[in-house]
C-alpha cells in the first residue's frame, strides 16, 4: 500500500464476506493495496484487512446510518448521473447497481469504485474489489448528451456543404481542369 503524507481521512464502513464489519478511516487516494485495505479503526488501531476477505468499502457520512430507512440496491428509474450502468452479483448472490466512471483511465483492475442508487443513503461511494463479485454486467451507458449534439451539429454542417456552391475555391475542381 502507498503511504502518502496527507492527513485527510474519509470515514468508511467496510463489509467483509464473512458479514464482519469495520468502521473506521482510511485514506482516499491510497486505500486499496495489493495485499488489501488498511484501515484506522474508531478505537486507533491500523487494520489490514486482505482483498480476498472484502466485500466493499462504503464510503459513509457517519458511522451510525439510519437502522430504519430501507436502503435501495437498484435503480428504479433511469439514473440520471451520467456513467455506466452496472448490476454486479456478489459471490453471496446479493444484487447491486451503480454508476461507474464510463473512462477506462479511471477504471482500477482489482475492482470499481461506483455511485450507489440511493442519494439520500448514508453510504456516498462503495469500492467493491472484483474479487468480492460473481458477475457484472452493463445496464445502460448513461450521457449527458454532449455527443449526440455534436454528432447533430457535424450532420447538419456536412449537409450543408454537400452542394457545390459551398465549396470555396481554392482548388479547381477536376470537371473545371477537363473543360480549359
Partial sequence: MKTTGSSTRKKVVVRKLDRGLVKGYLNPSSYMGPEG??????????????????????????????????????????????????RMTFTDSEVLEG?????????????????????????????????????IEVVGVISDGTARRTSQRLNELRRQSTGAAAQIGLFPSPRQSETE
Fill in 37 to 86: 485495505v488498511e484501515v484506522l479503526d474508531q478505537e486507533g488501531r491500523l487494520q489490514r484487512i486482505p482483498v480476498e476477505e472484502l466485500k466493499g468499502i462504503f464510503f459513509v457520512r457517519d458511522f451510525v446510518g439510519n437502522r430504519h430507512r430501507n436502503e435501495r440496491k437498484l435503480f428504479q428509474s433511469r439514473p440520471k448521473r451520467t456513467g455506466l450502468w452496472v
Fill in 99 to 135: 454508476i461507474i466512471a464510463n473512462n477506462l483511465l479511471d477504471l482500477d483492475p482489482q475492482g470499481f469504485l461506483i455511485t450507489p442508487p440511493d442519494v439520500y443513503s448514508n453510504n456516498l461511494r462503495i469500492y467493491i474489489p472484483r474479487s468480492a463479485l460473481t458477475a
